[in-house]
């Protein structure tokens, strides 16, 4: 059963701006964009890329900085090659300024 974890406070990232957090010794890439916050693994499923450093975001999608791979954030779903495979995404929710996820 997934469990709310706080992540972050709302002001603690930018419009536009992703990062790498750790949740319960797991990466995850925390995503805002068009001021919608979204959650995923942070782990390329090409390559064990990290996604928040080593990626940019594109709209509601991030960009795997090392072999191009394209994700949406909303459904995870892999959009450009060499990625076949989607990352998993998480239920995120907003309660005043702090951010939960859903793991």
């Known amino acids: ?15 536009n701006e992703m990062r790498t957090v750790m949740v319960n010794n797991r990466p995850l890439l925390i995503a805002r964009t068009h001021d919608r916050v979204y959650v995923t693994d942070d782990t390329c499923s090409h390559h064990q890329c990290s996604l928040g450093t080593e990626g940019f975001l594109e709209g509601d999608c991030v960009i795997c900085g090392c072999h ?4 949406d954030l909303v459904s995870g779903q ?26």
Do not use: C, W
């Open 1 to 15: 059963m997934a469990h709310k974890t706080r992540i972050m406070s709302l002001n603690e990232i930018q419009n």
């Open 78 to 103: 892999a959009l450009a090659l060499p990625a076949t495979e989607p990352v998993q995404t998480y239920k995120t929710v907003l309660e005043g300024d702090d951010i939960f996820v859903y793991i």
């Open 68 to 71: 191009g791979a394209k994700f």
